[in-house]
């Protein structure tokens, strides 16, 4: 396997520049804060970004932790990677993440400076420290079931035609560790975005009540528990399906958490006034 590093400084535009530094250099793979990327699919590892603090997430992006390192490293012996690009923010912690993966050394290294004019590097770090905003070279799609922090990249208007996308290629995160500090969504948030696609609904008269439930940190994502009472006269199975769909669906776009269990219980029904 031939390795090509790409080295610059943390919030200079990196991971916004792998996917094309990776195509320019002939690599079908990338190594970034503690991921394996393969095209659009991770292969293995757990993201820096998961972590709380700056010191684990520096230690989660040079593979310090055994188990994490032999995951990336059965991948790499088994994923058909022939060319791998590996991001860091030194020479030296390139040393590190070849070391730690058993990995040859570079045969090129390529400098953020030579691709990136200052002006751009300037405005990348801008983004990092005003808005705490990280790029991760994945669809967000597939980073979901490996992110437990939130995507900065969220709508404001839940029912707006004109969807607000990303580049394809890429996802916006926001990392606990961050300079905004963590984001808690409240239940309350939750709770309003079901109540708002209930009201919309053709068939539903009104939502009892609505239960959350926070899996562990094993299980990652929520339960969602709703009652309704629905009008006389609609097909229940197809409304209930069609709310238990729209919920999974709205409140994972809103909110970026995942939605493991939707379950959707009729109290009662009522006759339309």
């Known amino acids: 396997m031939e390795v090509v590093a790409f080295v610059g400084p943390s919030g200079t535009g990196k ?4 996917i094309g530094v990776a195509h320019n250099n002939n690599c079908d793979a990338i190594i970034d804060d503690g991921l394996l990327i393969k095209g659009t699919k991770i292969l293995a590892g757990t ?7 700056r010191i684990q997430a520096v230690k989660r992006a040079i593979f ?26 030194s020479d030296n912690m390139i040393q590190k993440i070849v070391l ?30 005003k808005d705490g ?22 709508p404001y208007n839940l029912f707006s035609k004109e969807r607000k996308h990303a580049e394809p290629d890429r996802s916006i995160v926001r990392p ?17 975005i079901i109540n708002i696609i209930a009201q919309k609904m053709l068939g539903i008269d009104k939502v009892n009540s609505i239960r959350v439930r926070r899996r562990t940190s094993d299980t990652k994502g929520i339960a969602i528990a709703v009652e309704v009472v629905l009008f006389y006269g609609v097909k229940v199975f197809e409304v209930t399906k069609v709310f238990q ?3 999974k ?11 493991k269990k939707v379950d959707v219980s009729v109290r009662s029904l009522s006759v339309r006034r």
């Open 245 to 247: 769909n729209k919920i």
């Open 47 to 53: 993201s820096a970004k998961n972590e709380t603090n």
């Open 249 to 259: 669906e709205k409140v994972e776009y809103m909110t970026a958490m995942q939605v």
């Open 64 to 89: 310090t932790e055994d188990d994490h390192a032999d995951a990336v490293r059965s991948a790499l012996a088994t994923g058909g990677i022939h060319r791998l690009l590996i991001l860091a923010t």
């Open 133 to 154: 905003k990280h790029i991760v070279p994945v669809p967000t799609v597939e980073l979901k079931p490996h992110f437990t922090g939130y995507f900065a990249d969220l």
């Open 15 to 18: 991971s916004h520049r792998a």
């Open 176 to 192: 606990a560790f961050s300079y905004y500090g963590k984001i808690f969504i409240s239940d309350y948030a939750i709770q309003d």
């Open 100 to 129: 730690r993966l058993g990995l040859p050394q570079p045969e090129k290294t390529v400098y953020i400076q030579q691709i990136a004019s200052r002006q751009e590097m300037k405005k990348a770090k801008q983004m990092r420290l």
